[in-house]
């Protein structure tokens, strides 16, 4: 079996890939281990950058048909008093319209709803071939030229040769394995809890809610169901369970009243699903004609919702440098490098960034609670700190923080709304198609 690319993996990174090389007619193959999907917990939130591609490839339409759009986070913080009542220490908002693009919002889809989008549009394309289940066990021990996959079916054993070899079958990556890279790895001091249940309609926006020692995230669904994720200490879930649903149940109802005959519609352990969050970056994303995308690259701590859209940014390039080769007739390897070079440093300013919000909710003292709520505020507070918060959270664009900024948001240095006007910098530090796509600037 001969194809120009084997996509290893059909989640949303490899049907985001074959979606775009579907559309330039590359003679593709996705192989997809599982037979069906699995309950593991995987992203749902989409931001502004991954609505602009999958506007770019025809499904924008559809996916807000399917999804809730979400134009801003609240934040609530609170402190837990002796009698047990809560009392609001701030409530900040960030916006994404302050974004100078027409993708200003993020938006909340189930993961299985996308992938059956995207699924179906894919399969649109004659050139595009799928076998479920398939589970890839190697490359044959030949030179580097020769080499091929070997998948094992239903039916017995397939080696298929193709000219790229694609590995988006997530974390636990087989041809990040066969490609040995060297991986850095990072963990936390907690886990969450994660699941999704019917929501009063005053709760129509993503809000966080947080104490000295307590997080908890709620993002709505559409049919009137909102995702949440809840922030325990480890160990404290096989505690909770000891306890009964009515420790979880507590939980999300001392923060939010209202949730009260909500949260308890889930009525099983089975439905809750306990995520301990990892962060990991490999040190190369391409070795010969492989390529590693999404998770199998990288993943990042959950709390910016940024991984599944680490997944479509980053087959999004790789999917357009492809079609660029095949197009031009240009299918050396040496090519591939323009993708890791666009990629890499961005995924990784994205993870650093993931990693800095997590440490912000890691530490349960009141000192560290003040200096959160200290950096929220003047986040909001300053015009040009809450366009680069938003701006890098999009994916649109990179504006770092200088040290002058965090010294503005630990108050160290006032951050007034009416002394850091934006002028006209913001419009140079969004991505255009020369930066997304440098190989192509003819």
């Not at 924008?60 to 809730?68: E, F, H, P, R, S």
């Not at 091929?148 to 070899?165: D, H, N, P, S």
């Not at 910016?304 to 080769?325: F, K, R, V």
Request: hydrophobic residues 35%; positive net charge.
């Amino acid at each position: 079996m001969q194809y120009d690319v084997l996509i290893i993996g059909g989640g949303i990174a490899g049907l985001t890939l074959a979606v775009k090389l579907g559309q330039s007619n590359v003679k593709t193959l996705i192989v997809e281990k599982d037979q069906k999907s699995g309950l593991i917990y995987k992203g749902e939130l989409l931001q502004p950058k991954s609505l602009d591609i999958l506007d770019r490839i025809g499904l924008l339409q559809t996916v807000k048909a399917n999804g809730v759009s979400l134009p801003s986070i609240e934040f609530h913080e609170f402190e837990r008093l002796d009698n047990g009542s809560l009392k609001k220490l701030s409530e900040n908002e960030f916006r994404y319209d302050l974004i100078q693009s027409p993708y200003n919002t993020s938006l909340m889809i189930p993961h299985e709803r996308l992938k059956e989008l995207l699924f179906e549009k894919a399969s649109k394309y004659d050139s595009i071939d799928y076998i479920q289940p398939a589970k890839f066990t190697g490359f044959t021990d030949e030179e580097a030229t020769k080499k091929k996959a070997v998948i094992e079916t239903k039916e017995g054993r397939l080696e298929i040769e193709a000219k790229f070899y694609v590995g988006a079958e997530g974390r636990a990556s087989p041809t990040r394995t066969a490609m040995d890279v060297q991986m850095k790895k990072t963990t936390y001091n907690h886990h969450f809890l994660t699941v999704s249940f019917p929501r009063p309609d005053s709760l129509d926006q993503s809000t966080i809610i947080t104490t000295q020692n307590r997080f908890l995230g709620l993002f709505p669904l559409p049919n009137n169901e909102v995702r949440s994720v809840l922030l325990i200490k480890p160990g404290e879930f096989k505690e909770m369970r000891k306890e009964g649903l009515n420790s979880f149940y507590r939980a999300y109802c001392e923060l939010i009243p209202e949730l009260d005959g909500y949260v308890q519609q889930i009525d099983s352990w089975k439905k809750i699903q306990l995520m301990i969050p990892v962060r990991h970056n490999v040190s190369q994303y391409v070795k010969d004609n492989i390529i590693l995308t999404g998770d199998a690259a990288h993943s990042v701590h959950p709390m910016a919702g940024e991984g599944m859209n680490l997944a479509i940014q980053d087959s999004d390039i790789l999917g357009e440098l492809l079609c660029w080769m095949f197009k031009t007739n240009q299918t050396e390897w040496q090519h591939l490098a323009w993708y890791e070079k666009v990629r890499k440093p961005r995924a990784e300013f994205v993870s650093r960034l993931s990693h800095q919000a997590a440490l912000l909710y890691s530490f349960p003292y009141r000192p560290w609670q003040r200096l959160r709520i200290k950096g929220v505020q003047q986040t909001e507070h300053s015009s040009v700190l809450h366009y680069k918060q938003m701006l890098n959270t999009s994916g649109l664009g990179i504006w770092k923080f200088t040290i002058l900024d965090r010294m503005k948001q630990a108050g160290l240095l006032p951050a007034r709304r009416n002394d850091n006007k934006l002028s006209g910098i913001e419009h140079k530090v969004i991505f255009d198609k020369n930066e997304d796509y440098p190989w192509n600037k003819g």
